[in-house]
């Protein structure tokens, strides 16, 4: 026979027994842990970024052997990595849907098949495959990464960021060892068994249940895609800014060693102007992390200045004076490119270590991929405009301008958003009213992990 229920008399309000700590959790009583295995899954984010975009930086090396067997134009070959890069970047919330919906682990995984398989495959029709799985592993990464971290999260970003630059220095001499020795059909099968390591990296991934996560993943398509985060006043100020910016963030990636070449310089010459862009731009995401992680600048006020020193440093790239001959190392230039690059690079881990305080940490996975998707909208609109200001003026000169405008258009948006965001951690529970005269208050319930989702434990009482 169960022992009757016990009642308190205080205020002449009766109040049932709440059950004691080991039965229920409260939502304050946890949160990020900044620190664990949440440094496991910045160093398996730090690979994922490696092997998606530092891989799709260093395939141009391939070009010019397939132009010669497919007998193909450079402009024909040039559009693998385009359509690569754009089918990554659209797609991107088609991962942060699935992710929400299965989770981030399994998503990953697959993804990291279907790039591999991508890359053995036949290698021109075949690169927009390898980056629909690219496209399944980024934002999903980095969306369970801001799980684990709240005080130091923007760092945390910024080092994951950090893999595109490595990977880039370490996989393009690797690549032209593979090229010089088995020629582009070997160089390609030994890329896809090293892309083939995105899968273990995503089995790291894993799942981290917070105090406020939705009671059940989304049921609809839309709901899964995160297009009603558009409703919100912040997030699509951030939108708009965000895709002025990338109209012109991508135009370097494609057009920084012409304009050296441009200017003057030799090749070897060119390809330091690129290389000290992108150690500076490495460099800064870490310091940059540290920094905002600080809190002595609001987010959103350091993504406006940084946004705006970008686009600054695009247009002394641009007006450079012309350094001649084939022997100059272009000192003007090459400290042009240092400035662009560390503006960049600390641009690059505000962007998303502002969305938890913009969506919540709950929609930071499908912010990600609309975020993903918005910059690639102006990376495909963004260097063809270029190239065709280059046609028509016969340097870069115009094409840098017109970028760095887009980015501090974008920027000057970005003062539109909220001097300080809201807590970017797990959400609170809502206040239980005060009970009527004579009515019972619930208990608390504990929140479970289960296969199926988190589920509640029976009411308990004392």
């Not at 450079?74 to 659209?90: E, F, G, K, P, R």
């Amino acid at each position: 026979m169960p022992a009757p229920q016990r009642k308190h008399r205080r205020g002449g309000f009766s109040h049932r027994c709440f059950p004691t700590p080991q039965t229920a959790m409260t939502p304050e009583a946890a949160g990020p842990p900044d620190r664990g295995w949440g440094w496991v899954v910045a160093a398996a984010a730090f690979a994922i970024n490696g092997l998606s975009y530092g891989l799709l930086r260093s395939l141009g090396l391939a070009f010019p052997d397939l132009a010669e067997h497919f007998d193909r134009s450079a402009q024909d070959t040039a559009w693998i990595s385009a359509l690569a890069l754009a089918v990554q970047q659209a797609a991107s919330p088609v991962g942060s849907a699935l992710s929400t919906r299965w989770g981030a682990r399994p998503v990953v995984m697959v993804g990291g098949v279907i790039a591999s398989l991508g890359l053995l495959l036949a290698p021109i029709p075949s690169h927009s495959f390898a980056g629909s799985g690219w496209a399944l592993v980024f934002a999903p990464a980095l969306g369970t990464l801001s799980l684990y971290f709240s005080r130091r999260r923007v760092l945390a970003v910024g080092l994951a960021l950090t893999g595109n630059g490595a990977s880039s220095l370490l996989l393009a001499p690797a690549l032209q060892l593979l090229l010089d020795t088995f020629g582009w059909r070997g160089a390609l099968l030994l890329l896809g068994a090293i892309t083939l390591h995105l899968t273990p990296c995503g089995a790291l991934l894993l799942p981290l249940a917070l105090p406020g996560d939705p009671p059940a993943p989304p049921r609809s398509p839309l709901a899964a895609l995160g297009l009603g985060l558009f409703t919100r006043r912040a997030f699509s100020i951030f939108a708009l800014g965000t895709a002025l910016v990338g109209g012109g963030y991508f135009v370097p990636y494609v057009h920084l060693a012409p304009h050296a070449l441009d200017r003057g310089l030799g090749g070897y010459g060119a390809a330091l102007v690129v290389a000290v862009a992108a150690m500076g731009d490495a460099g800064a995401r870490l310091v940059c992390g540290w920094l905002a992680d600080q809190g002595w600048v609001p987010l959103p006020r350091l993504l406006a200045v940084f946004g705006a020193l970008t686009g600054l440093g695009l247009w002394v790239v641009g007006l450079v004076p012309v350094v001649g001959g084939e022997e100059s190392w272009g000192g003007p230039l090459l400290a042009a490119a240092v400035v662009y690059g560390l503006s960049a690079g600390s641009y690059a881990p505000l962007v998303f270590g502002v969305l938890p305080g913009l969506v919540g940490i709950e929609g930071v996975v499908q912010a990600t991929g609309l975020v993903m998707m918005l910059m690639s909208l102006g990376g495909l609109l963004g260097p063809p405009l270029s190239g065709f200001l280059r046609d028509e003026t016969g340097d870069f000169t115009a094409s840098f301008l017109v970028s760095g405008s887009l980015i501090l258009s974008g920027s000057f948006i970005y003062v539109g958003l909220p001097r300080a965001l809201p807590s970017c951690g797990p959400a609170s529970p809502p206040a239980t009213p005060p009970p009527e005269r004579g009515e019972l208050l619930p208990a608390p319930q504990a929140v479970l992990l289960s296969p199926g989702g988190p589920r509640s434990t029976l009411d308990t009482t004392c």
